[in-house]
């Protein structure tokens, strides 16, 4: 009996070695959740406030300013959910608004975990029940809402989150009562 032939053995070693080798160009599942990501199309909020963003639109130095996410879409507030494949790996991310930190244009801001009340007419002076803010002075300011989205994602035995945020602004004018009236 001789030896086995050392080539053949290296070979059926190497192809085994192969075999238990993960492929190196295979997809990263935190690439995959990005790519999910991608394809949500998120964007920002579209702005619901009161006073109305126009020329002839004045609101009342002290009243309640209403804010609020105008017509909300799964894409603008959430919840929305993606999966992002490649070959038979998979990865599922959905995502969701946390909150909108509304920056007043006056050095203050307000801070909304839910979308806001839309304002109707019949509510005349109230104050937004979850959404809202004086003005002390007169002027125009440009208001920036900003929301913070957290997006979860699982797939490939990994589970992660990412963070994104996007702005949006509107420029609102507030005047004293008594110019209001002349």
Known sequence: MGQP??????????DRWIASVPDPGGPDAEQLALR?????????????IVPEEGPDRVGIVGMPQWMWVNEPAPNTFGPISMTATAGTASVTATANVDKVVWDMGDGNTVTCTGPGTVYEDRFDIMDSPDCGYRYTKQGEYEVTATSYWTVQ??????????????????NIVMGEAQVITQ
């Open 36 to 48: 999910a990501v991608s394809q949500m199309d998120l964007n920002p909020i579209d702005i619901g």
């Open 153 to 170: 994602w699982e797939g490939m035995d990994q589970r992660g989150t990412i963070l994104r945020d996007f702005e949006a602004k509107a």
């Open 5 to 14: 032939d050392q080539s053949w053995v290296s070979d059926c070693a190497f």
